[in-house]
């Protein structure tokens, strides 16, 4: 046996008990998401925000660096025409990396993977990469609700050379070689959801990986047509026998008459082709994260992988490609987005869903990688919000003046609710009502002011009280860890207060990321790859 074989049979051997003895070590985990206004533009507007995580007990941030406009902010060298025009001057990862390690937080960089923008150099210099629907129609332009039109133009995650190859996968390798981050965060890691989760990607690659991929015809023989022989009683018993699906005409066919083929077609005895079109899309995901961690472990064999995934992975399977139960093997820790804006009900309900929800997460995840729930400090406030978006609805359609009792009451009641916490801000808003009411200022100073209210509400507006409940309840439920979306909206509710006696209750150093658990699965061979990569003699240049 090679020396190699024999440490690779002993770390099989030692690995399950090293993981036992560390699982003792487990601590909860704490995260956050941080856009990047969060840091300021200085390093010492970093340093400031560490602070306020560390006072918190944050043990991991997640920055966005790629947001969905294909803006970019880190000074890129491979792609420079990315860099955001206000960040040109100022490295914000090299001043977020510098940071982080004196506060002992970790830094997992946030890439939203396949959106980019109209005006985004990627986009405009291969329109080609972009996902087509039937009519060979981009997602920017799809009509969301009647008067809300989608902007990001998805690219296609299949399509090689493409996107994925081309240039996310590039980005990951030089933010991973150039920054010292500690991880490697996804998010948009699927097909679209909002908009038209049916309709992408009928792009010319996606239309023939179809028959390829499925091998529903031999390329050797493309113009061969062998209709199934039915020996048995039942057509779909039938199966494992050799049979071709792509229609004769298929060339001659329309974009959309491919399509409806595709999602309406049967392969034998019903309409089942769409199955194989969602599998290949779940495919096609799959291989991109396997694919990013494969590229930046490459580069740092410790770095880690994380995404953001939505509440259920059998759901976002069928409607965006999204199973992660698939990827999770190449991700060290999942972050499932349990928002509340996913959830129908009073508060109460979405606390009994949030539970449930929680415990079918933990079992989904197994011991396939660690898991930090994902909560929201935003749509857990729906009734404090509710009177005064109301309130603005009215203003801006112009009918605060048709339903006037409507409205008075709206504002009547935001008023009284602001005294609560602060009486000069509800004078002022009750003067300007007032002034609203005598015709002396618009209906858009009127707005603009309930806005400001919100942009900066009074200390206790948005009680830390539902924050707290929806942490302890997530706990209470056996989430091993949690993290907060966004930094942005905790400054901005005021509730850091919150979330510090959230995560006060044990005093916990670190958030270790869990290995793989006593069995052999992917994960374990991942870590074993890891060690080997990391006893290999380092490559010179
Ligand atoms: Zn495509």
Not at 125 to 130: D, L, Q, V
Not at 340 to 350: A, K, N, T, V
Not at 438 to 456: C, F, H, N, P, S
């Amino acid at each position: 046996m090679e020396m190699r074989k024999i440490f690779l049979l002993f770390l099989i051997l030692a690995l399950p008990l090293a993981i036992s003895a560390q699982s003792g070590a487990r601590t909860e985990g704490r995260g956050v998401w941080a856009a990047p206004g969060d840091f300021g533009k200085s390093e010492k507007d970093v340093e400031e925000f560490f602070k306020v995580l560390k006072k918190a007990n944050i043990q991991i941030v997640v920055p966005m660096v790629k947001d969905t406009a294909g803006r970019i902010y880190w000074q890129s060298k491979k792609f420079p025409e990315a860099v955001h025009p206000d960040y040109k001057e100022f490295d914000l990862l090299w001043a977020i990396t510098k940071i982080a390690p004196k506060y002992g937080i970790k830094v997992h960089v946030w890439l939203c993977d396949f959106p980019e923008g109209k005006d985004s150099p990627a986009f405009k210099a291969h329109p080609e990469w972009a996902m087509l629907n039937p009519q060979g129609g981009l997602t920017s332009g799809e009509q969301l609700t009647p008067d809300q039109v989608y902007e990001p133009v998805w690219m296609c995650p299949n399509r090689r050379p493409g996107y994925t190859d081309q240039w996310l996968l590039p980005m990951i390798e030089e933010i991973v070689r150039e920054y010292p981050v500690d991880g490697i965060h996804h998010d948009y890691v699927r097909y679209p959801g909002d908009a038209a989760p049916d309709s992408y990607c009928f792009c010319n690659y996606c239309l023939e990986h179809f028959w390829s991929d499925n091998l529903f015809f031999y390329p050797s023989r493309p113009d061969v047509q062998i209709a199934l022989k039915k020996n048995r009683l039942r057509e779909e018993s039938n199966w494992d026998l050799d049979f071709t699906v792509k229609p004769p005409n298929w060339a001659q066919m329309s974009r959309e008459e491919k399509a409806t083929f595709i999602l309406e077609g049967k392969s034998i005895n019903r309409p089942d082709l769409d199955y194989f079109y969602y599998e290949l899309r779940c495919d096609a995901i799959n291989q991109f994260v396997r694919e990013a961690w494969e590229v930046a472990a490459a580069v740092r064999p410790e770095i880690e992988m994380s995404a953001a995934v939505f509440v259920n992975p059998m759901k976002s399977g069928r409607f965006i490609a999204q199973r992660w139960t698939d990827f999770a093997p190449w991700l060290d820790i999942a972050m499932t987005m349990t928002y509340r804006s996913h959830f129908q009900g009073s508060f109460e309900d979405y606390l009994t869903y949030l539970a449930d929800v929680v415990r079918a997460q933990v079992r989904w995840v197994g011991q396939k990688c660690s898991y930090l729930v994902g909560l929201d400090a935003h749509y857990i406030f729906r009734e404090e919000l509710e009177p005064w978006e109301q309130a603005v609805r009215l203003l801006k359609s112009g009918g605060a003046l048709e339903s006037k009792e409507e409205f008075d009451r709206l504002m009547k009641a935001d008023v009284v609710y602001l005294s609560a916490f602060s009486s000069p801000k509800a004078k002022e808003l009750a003067a300007k009502y007032s002034s609203f009411g005598k015709g002396k200022i618009t209906q858009e100073a009127l707005a603009e002011e309930i806005g400001r209210v919100l942009a900066d509400p009074p200390p206790g507006f948005f009680p830390e009280s539902k924050i707290i409940r929806t942490i302890e309840t997530a706990r209470k439920a056996g989430a091993p860890g949690m993290i907060i979306f966004s930094a942005s909206l905790l400054s901005r509710k005021k509730l850091w207060g919150g979330v510090e006696k959230a995560f006060s209750f044990t005093s916990s150093p670190s958030f270790e990321v869990v290995p793989a658990g006593p069995n052999l699965s992917i994960k374990t061979w991942r870590a074993l790859e890891r060690s080997l990569r990391q006893s290999e003699p380092k490559k010179t240049p």
